[in-house]
């Protein structure tokens, strides 16, 4: 337990590190707000800020409660950088690439903090300057171990409807 606690520190600061540092390096950026169906996102809403080629997003999800889960709380903090295609409706690329960190909260009889960690690869698709879906996917890595001892990795999967401003 001890260990898993010693890692929430250095998790948080390097989320704030790469926030602060892009919002210092880069000038004006574009807020899209979002809803979106993931794992381990779970049914979200969030942000993310975009800055020239990058975006950085935090999210809220949940699911609802079931006899095997309980109630399924997310929280989830991102950083995006796009690298390929070109669209019509915006300056930003296509095809991204995305890392991030979740933290998801279960509790049926107990309450359950896991911590995870992903690496995707994903695609946006503009159906106006305003409005899209971006779908991803790539590897989760569960920083908590299974029943075994061991860490698991598992897909991590991601649909979102996103509006910028």
Known sequence: MKSKVKQLPYILLIVIFLFISGLTVHGQGKVNILAGI?????????????????????????FPSSEYTGDLLSFTGDFYYHFAGLSKF???RLWY??????????????????????????RYFYFT????????????YHFNT????????????????????
């Open 38 to 62: 993931g794992y381990p996102e779970l049914i979200n809403v969030g942000l993310r800020y975009q800055l020239n080629q990058t975006q950085m997003g935090l999210s809220i999800g949940g």
């Open 90 to 92: 915006s300056d930003l």
């Open 146 to 165: 299974d029943i075994t001892g061991n860490p698991t990795l598992a897909a991590a999967l991601g649909l979102c409807c996103f509006y910028r401003f």
């Open 97 to 122: 690439g995305r890392i991030g960190v979740n933290c998801t909260r279960e509790s049926l009889t107990e309450i359950l903090i896991s911590w995870n960690s992903n690496l995707r690869i994903g």
């Open 129 to 140: 300057k305003n409005f899209g879906i971006s779908i991803d996917g790539g590897l989760n």
